[in-house]
Every structure is written in structure tokens, then in C-alpha cells.
């Protein structure tokens, strides 16, 4: 199974914006900057926008939805998840998984059928949407659900995936698949599932290529889509290895160990060799691959965006990528942005 064609190049060709900040990650925004980001966003040329019902227990999803109420609804694309549910509860904490100032619900775990659904139903009311673009099933790992993970994984994969082929095909949504930020999950589930695209978060950047060997030759060969989150991996690559604030390096979203530290230092030197800089590198760095169709970072305003968009469109010079490769500061086997990479034979269409 894989995207359609016209939804395939759609991605590609547009710059992304990933919804966590619009729902109060780490900090607040309030309704109003949040929905004239996305509002910014979508003038500046993006067209495609990631949400969750995770992200502040409903107000990304709410907060996007009316952000793009006046737009075309063909002239976008939404992406949003399914694995939690939220129950209404009136004394819900109001800071919860790293978001502040959430709705008033709390998180229950359902990849079953009937919880894929009511979650679909239940995102497409809080986006005052009839049908989303792609969904993707949210953070069935092990480190998320620890014991309970070979339950939950059964659920998703007898009953969860099933459910959204059906959903494919009546059309309520354009495509599907997982959204995590583990290589292993990701390997288990395309053996036993046909999925059309993988949202995988902080495993095919400058400091982690851990979906390289095989995974990312896997998506190629079966014509899944990889969309690439967390590119900067929660922050050392957008601000190096020695923030200027001089705060704790993140890597991951937790303190970077020293390894990745030296590792990034010893890739800032190149980048100040070749006055490229370090998030440029990072937000360009996964499209040589081939087989990722989409670099999705997040903002929290107009200027975020835009310095991301000017880090996209940064001219790097192929021997900035070469020199990466030659001093072993990437893996040796990454393809490098800009090098020809001959289309990967697909398997047939089962």
C-alpha cells in the first residue's frame, strides 16, 4: 500500500508545520498567536500541518482547525493521530506530559477499532473537519506503554490498522500510518502491516541516523512515505553544542550526553569552515535520502517560520556534505543532498 501520487508530491513540495506548539508545549501561546502563525505559515506557502490529539489534550487540534477555516480545503493538508482518547474530567491537571495550560481532559490509551474511531471522530469535531489527509498511530513503543506495550500492539495491529484501511477506502482519510520515534517499532509494524507513511521523529538527523541501515532502505523498497519530525532533535542542532544562553544542550528532550555534544562541536567546526549554519544543515541534511518526502519542524511565531524557511532554502555547497562524510561525522552509507540516488524498486501493490 502506499500514498497516492498527487498527495506524494503535495508533501514534498511543501514546507510543513509540526502543531506541538500550538498546544502549549513547554510554554503558552495564546489562541490568538497561535491561530496567526498558522495563518502566517499558510501565506508564506505551507500546506501541510501536523497536529495531535496529545498536543495540549485538544487546543493544537482546535487551534488549527480554526486557523484554517477560511481556506480552501483543498489548498492543504492535515495530519493528525490516534492511540489516546480524552475523557472530560473537571479537576484534570492543567500542566500534563510537557504541555501547560491544557483542555480539561485526560489521556486513555485505545489502538482497538472502536477507540481508532472515536479518536479519528473526535479529532475531525475539534478541527471542523469532514476528513483528514493522513493519520498516523501515535507512540505505540515499548518505552511509551512499557508492560502493557504487547497488548496495546496487538490491539493496533489486529483491530487499529484494519480500521483505518476501512477509513481509507471510504475516504475519510487520504492515507495512514505510525507516528513514533522508534526504529525497531517501525520495523515490527511493516512486517505485519501495510502502512502508506511514517512519521518518525529525531532518527534520520546529523546527530542520529539510527533509521538508516534499515529502515529507510525498507520505506524506499515499499514505496512508504517517511515524513522526518524533530530535526533539530529537540534542540541541540538548532542551538549547537554550547546554547548561547548557556543552557543545557537537549538532545531528544533530555540533557545531550557528552558524546552527542562533541559530536555536534565537532560538526559546527565544519559548518563555520563552510559558513553553513548548523540548522540549515539539519533541516536539509534528511532530504538526501530518498525515501523522506517531508522535513516537519515546529514554530511558535512568524519569525520562527521564517528563519526556518531561509535555513531550507540555504545554499550549501556539496563539499560541505563531503567533508561531513570524510571526517566520519555522518555515517559513511547517507546519501547526501544533491547526489542523484536512482529510484528504489517497489514490491507490487498486495
Known sequence: MSLSEPLRARLRQSPGLGGAPLGNLFRPLSDRTAIALVRYAHAAG????????????????????????????????????????LDPRADAPADQHGYVDTLPFVQRYDYTAKGVRRSLADSLQRLGLARVDLVYVHDIDRATHDDAHPR????????GFPALATLKAEGTIGGYGLGVNDVEICRRVLRHAD??????????????????????????????ALVLGGPFNSGILATGARPRDGSV??????PAPRAIVERVAAIERVCREFAVPLPAAA????????AVTCVLPGAR??????????????PIPARFWRALRDRHL?????????????PARQAPPR
Do not use: M, W
Not at 512519521?199 to 515499499?222: K, M
Open 195 to 224: 502502512v502508506d507513511v511514517i512519521l518518525l521523529a529525531g532518527r534520520y538527523t546529523l546527530a542520529d541516523q539510527s533509521a538508516l541501515p534499515e529502515l529507510l532502505p525498507e520505506c524506499d523498497r515499499r514505496g512508504v
Open 46 to 85: 505551507a500546506r501541510y500541518f501536523d497536529t495531535a490529539p496529545h498536543y495540549g489534550h485538544g487546543r493544537s487540534e482546535r487551534r488549527l482547525g480554526d486557523a484554517l477555516r477560511d481556506f480552501a480545503r483543498d489548498d492543504y493538508l492535515v495530519s493528525t493521530k490516534v492511540g489516546r482518547l
Open 152 to 159: 496495546r500492539l496487538a490491539d493496533a495491529l489486529d483491530s
Open 283 to 290: 533541516l536539509q541534511f534528511p532530504l538526501g535520502h530518498p
Open 330 to 342: 555522518i555515517d559513511a552509507r547517507a546519501p547526501l543532498p544533491g547526489e542523484h540516488h536512482p
Open 249 to 254: 544542550p537537549y538532545f531528544n528532550y533530555a
Open 301 to 314: 511565531s512568524a519569525a520562527e517560520f521564517d528563519e526556518n524557511l531561509r535555513r531550507a532554502r540555504y
